[in-house]
C-alpha cells in the first residue's frame, strides 16, 4: 500500500481541491483510494465538521475518520506531548488504511497564526512512512522565491533528491503565463523539476469560474442582511464593481457574474441592475453598503427584477470597508458548495500526471519502514487483543503502581501487583494514582503457602526442602515467577528495583529456555525519529561465544518479526568484511557462518562495523554486495560491552526513546525493567509481555 502525504509549499495554493483532484485521477486509474486528514483547521465560519472531510465525503463518498481537533494539538504541543499526538494520528491512519491501495493524507495547512504546521507535517509523514508531493501556487511570488520555497519545503522531508519525495503539484497557474511556458521558466530556478527524481506531477491552470464563491456564500461571509435572496445559492461571483460613477458610465459593468456594490440611496444604479437583469443579465448580484436603507417606493419598482432572481443584501460598512471586506474574503470552497467542488476535482484530475501515478502506484509498495509512533500504536493496539494477565512483584513501587493502573485503564493487560492491598492504596493516594477497577492486587503473605509444594517438586532434584521454599518465596519475584511456571499468568515484569540477575536467575531455574535455545539474551527497540531498529544483546550475555552470539541473532531476528520490524540482521564488529583480523572479527565472523546455516532464508551479514550497517552510502562502499549493508534493522553486538555502550550512548545523545530490554529465548515471558525507568517505559515494557505471551501461544 502507498501512503502519500500532500504538503503546502505555502498557503493559498488550495490543497484540499488538490487532494480530492488527487483521489479521483487515482480512482480513476483503477485504485482504491482514501483519504485522512489527520489535524482539523475550520475556518472561522465553519461548524461542525473539519470541511475537508466533508467535501472528500459529498464529492468522492469517502469516509474519512474524524480529525484531531486543533485545540487539542496545541495543547500537546505546548505539554511536549508530541509523540502522543502521533500515536493518535497513526491510530486514526489506520481506522482508513485497510483495503486500500493508496491513502491520501492532508497535511497542515501555514497561518499566521500557527509557527508550527512544518514541523508537524514532517512529523506525521515520518510516523505514517508517507511519500511525500508537494503542492505550490505562486500567488505573488517571483519564479525564484517559488522555486526557493518548493526546495525549504522539500528539505523537512529529506530534500528534493529524498527518494520518498516524488514531486511538486502547481496549483493555480495563471494562463497569461502559459502552462509549458511557466514550467520552462520555473524550472531554471529549479533544475531538479527537470529529472527524474522530482517529477512535476501536475500544472494546474488558474480557472476563475472555479474559484467563485456563490453569491450566497459572499452575503454570510460578510454577515450581510438579506433583503431579496433571489437565486443567491445559484448565481456566483465572478467579479466584484464598485459602483459610484453615473449610470451611463455603469451600463457597460453590468455583467452575467458581476456583484455590484453601492452606496444604499444610489437608487439610479439599484434601477439600472434591476434593469440589466430584466434583460436578461445574470448579475451575481446587487450589494447595498453604507448604511443606507433603499427607498422602499424604489424596491418596490424593482419588483419584477427581484421576483427573477436578482439577490439583494445590504451590509452597514462604508464603501471603502466593504470593497476592503469583500477582497479579503476566504475563497476555498465552502462545504455545502458540492457543485463547485466537484467541478474542482474533476478539472483538477484533468491537468494531473496520469500515467505516472498509474504506473507508480498500481505496483505495491515495497517494504515499509515501521515508524516510533506506529510500533507504539500497533505494540498497544495488539496487547489490548492479546489481553493478557501480567504480574508485576515490585508492586510496592510507585512508577509500577502508576504504569499498572494505566495499562489497566487501557485495557493494554491485567495487571496483578505483588503487594499489602493497604500499602499500594496509600501510596496511590500520596501520589495521585486513581487505581481502576479491575487492578489487582495480592498480599504476598496471604498466598505464598499456595507455592510451597508446587516450588519443592520442580527443584527436588535439587534437594530444596519445604523451609527453604518457603524461604525463598518470600521474594516476590520468585513468588511472581512460579505464578507465571503454573500459567496463572501470562507473563511477568520486574526490575524496577531488582537487577537483572534478580529477575533471569528465578526464570532460568522455573521456567526454562525455548525450545530450541539454550540461552536467554535481550534486545532493545530503538525507536529513533524516522524507523524502528533492534538492538541485541545489550543487557544479559557478557562474552557469548560464537554459537551464542548467532543464536543471539536468531531470537533478535525472531522478536523484530514479532514487533513488526523487517528483518535485516548485521552482527556488528570493528571490521567489515575481509578488511580486518583478530579473535574478536573472527568469532563475529564465525557467529555469521553459523546463523545462516540455522536460518538459509534470513538476511543477514556480517563483521559489519556500524556505520557500514546503518549508513546507505557506507554500506554500498564497503560491502557493496551485501543484503544489509546500509540498512540492517537489527544489530546484534559482539559482546555487552559494546552493546550497553551503544545503546545507552544513541539513547541519550541523539534523544531515542528506548524499549526494553525485552529478553528472548525464554519458554515463557519474563522481562527486566532498567531501574531508572520511567513510568512510559514500564507500560510498554508491559505491553511487549503481553505480546509476547500472545505469540507464544500461538505457537
Given at each position: ?469 518457603d524461604e525463598q518465596l518470600k521474594d516476590t519475584v520468585v513468588l511472581g515467577t512460579m505464578m507465571l511456571a503454573l500459567d496463572e499468568v501470562d507473563g511477568l515484569v520486574s526490575g524496577a528495583v531488582h537487577t537483572t540477575a534478580n529477575t533471569i536467575r528465578p526464570a532460568l531455574q522455573l521456567i526454562k529456555t525455548a525450545p530450541g535455545y539454550n540461552l536467554v539474551s535481550s534486545v532493545f527497540f530503538m525507536l529513533l525519529p524516522d524507523q524502528v531498529l533492534v538492538y541485541g544483546d545489550c543487557a544479559v550475555n557478557p562474552n557469548p561465544s560464537a554459537t551464542e552470539l548467532a543464536e543471539i541473532a536468531l531470537q533478535s531476528a525472531e522478536s523484530a518479526v514479532a514487533l513488526g520490524v523487517h528483518p535485516r540482521v548485521a552482527m556488528i564488529s570493528y571490521s567489515t568484511g575481509d578488511s580486518g583480523s583478530g579473535a574478536e572479527v573472527d568469532k563475529v565472523r564465525e557467529a555469521t557462518r553459523l546463523a545462516r546455516e540455522r536460518s ?100
Amino acid at each position: 500500500m502507498h501512503t502519500l502525504f500532500l504538503a503546502p509549499a505555502g498557503s493559498g495554493g488550495g490543497l484540499n481541491s488538490v487532494s480530492l483532484g488527487l483521489i479521483r485521477a487515482l480512482e480513476n486509474a483503477g485504485l482504491a483510494v482514501g483519504f485522512f486528514k489527520p489535524i482539523a483547521q475550520p475556518f472561522p465560519s465553519d461548524q461542525g465538521l473539519e470541511r475537508s472531510c466533508i467535501l472528500a465525503e459529498r464529492t468522492l463518498k469517502q469516509t474519512p475518520p474524524a480529525p484531531i481537533p486543533l485545540e487539542q494539538v496545541e495543547r500537546q504541543l505546548a505539554s511536549d506531548e508530541l509523540d502522543l499526538l502521533l500515536e493518535d494520528v497513526v491510530s486514526r491512519y489506520q481506522q482508513v488504511a485497510s483495503g486500500k491501495d493508496v491513502v491520501i493524507v492532508e497535511g497542515m495547512v501555514p497561518t499566521r497564526t500557527s509557527d508550527y504546521t512544518a514541523r508537524v507535517n514532517s512529523r506525521i509523514a515520518k510516523s505514517l512512512d508517507a511519500e511525500v508531493i508537494l503542492v505550490a501556487a505562486q500567488g505573488s511570488d517571483t519564479l525564484k522565491q517559488l522555486a526557493e520555497r518548493i526546495e525549504i519545503q522539500a528539505r523537512l522531508f529529506g530534500g528534493i533528491q529524498a527518494p520518498h519525495v516524488l514531486g511538486v503539484i502547481l496549483n493555480k497557474v495563471k494562463s497569461e503565463d502559459g502552462g509549458p511556458a511557466f514550467v520552462e521558466r520555473l524550472k531554471a530556478h529549479l533544475p531538479a523539476l527537470g529529472g527524474n527524481d522530482f517529477q512535476l506531477l501536475g500544472s494546474i491552470p488558474f480557472e476563475q469560474d472555479l474559484n467563485a464563491l456563490r453569491t450566497l456564500d459572499v452575503a454570510q461571509l460578510l454577515d450581510a442582511e438579506v433583503i431579496n435572496s433571489g437565486e443567491a445559492e445559484q448565481r456566483r461571483v465572478n467579479k466584484i464593481v464598485l459602483c459610484a460613477r453615473t449610470v451611463p458610465n455603469t451600463v457597460q459593468l453590468l455583467q452575467p457574474g458581476v456583484l455590484v456594490v453601492t452606496p444604499g440611496d444610489r437608487d439610479d444604479i439599484i434601477l439600472a441592475a434591476s434593469l440589466a437583469s430584466l434583460n436578461g443579465v445574470k448579475l451575481a448580484g446587487l450589494l447595498l453598503c453604507s448604511d443606507f436603507d433603499p427607498d422602499p417606493r424604489i424596491i418596490e419598482l424593482c419588483k419584477a427584477a427581484l421576483d427573477g432572481g436578482l439577490p439583494v443584501f445590504s451590509v452597514p460598512t462604508g464603501s471603502y470597508d466593504t470593497a476592503t471586506n469583500l477582497f479579503g474574503l476566504n475563497k476555498e470552497t465552502p462545504s455545502d458548495d458540492i457543485e463547485r467542488a466537484t467541478r474542482v476535482t474533476e478539472y483538477i484530475a484533468g491537468h494531473l500526471q496520469a500515467e505516472f501515478l498509474r504506473d507508480r502506484f498500481s505496483v505495491p509498495r515495497g517494504e515499509l519502514r515501521l515508524s516510533p509512533p506506529a510500533f507504539r500504536y500497533q505494540l498497544v493496539k495488539r496487547a489490548q487483543e492479546a489481553n493478557k494477565r501480567v504480574v508485576l512483584p515490585e508492586g510496592n513501587e510507585p512508577r509500577t503502581i502508576r504504569a499498572a493502573a494505566i495499562c489497566q485503564q487501557r485495557g493494554i493487560a491485567r495487571c496483578v501487583l505483588l503487594a499489602k492491598p493497604e500499602e499500594v492504596r496509600s501510596i496511590a493516594t500520596a501520589q495521585g494514582i486513581n487505581l481502576p477497577e479491575g487492578l489487582e492486587i495480592l498480599d504476598p503473605e496471604q498466598i505464598r503457602q499456595n507455592y510451597i509444594a508446587p516450588l519443592v517438586e520442580m527443584r527436588k532434584s535439587k534437594g530444596l526442602t519445604p523451609e527453604m521454599a518457603d524461604e525463598q518465596l518470600k521474594d516476590t519475584v520468585v513468588l511472581g515467577t512460579m505464578m507465571l511456571a503454573l500459567d496463572e499468568v501470562d507473563g511477568l515484569v520486574s526490575g524496577a528495583v531488582h537487577t537483572t540477575a534478580n529477575t533471569i536467575r528465578p526464570a532460568l531455574q522455573l521456567i526454562k529456555t525455548a525450545p530450541g535455545y539454550n540461552l536467554v539474551s535481550s534486545v532493545f527497540f530503538m525507536l529513533l525519529p524516522d524507523q524502528v531498529l533492534v538492538y541485541g544483546d545489550c543487557a544479559v550475555n557478557p562474552n557469548p561465544s560464537a554459537t551464542e552470539l548467532a543464536e543471539i541473532a536468531l531470537q533478535s531476528a525472531e522478536s523484530a518479526v514479532a514487533l513488526g520490524v523487517h528483518p535485516r540482521v548485521a552482527m556488528i564488529s570493528y571490521s567489515t568484511g575481509d578488511s580486518g583480523s583478530g579473535a574478536e572479527v573472527d568469532k563475529v565472523r564465525e557467529a555469521t557462518r553459523l546463523a545462516r546455516e540455522r536460518s538459509p532464508g534470513l538476511p543477514i551479514d556480517g563483521p559489519l562495523q556500524y556505520d557500514a550497517a546503518s549508513v546507505a552510502s557506507v554500506g554500498k562502499q564497503k560491502a557493496p554486495n551485501s543484503l544489509v549493508a546500509g540498512q540492517a534493522t537489527v544489530f546484534v553486538f559482539p559482546d555487552l560491552n559494546t552493546g550497553n555502550t551503544t545503546y545507552k550512548a544513541v539513547q541519550r545523545s541523539a534523544n531515542v526513546i528506548s524499549v526494553g530490554p525485552m529478553l528472548q529465548g525464554l519458554r515463557k515471558p519474563v522481562n527486566d525493567l532498567s531501574r531508572g525507568a520511567l513510568v512510559d517505559d514500564i507500560v510498554f515494557t508491559i505491553a511487549l509481555t503481553a505480546l509476547q505471551a500472545a505469540n507464544q501461544k500461538e505457537d
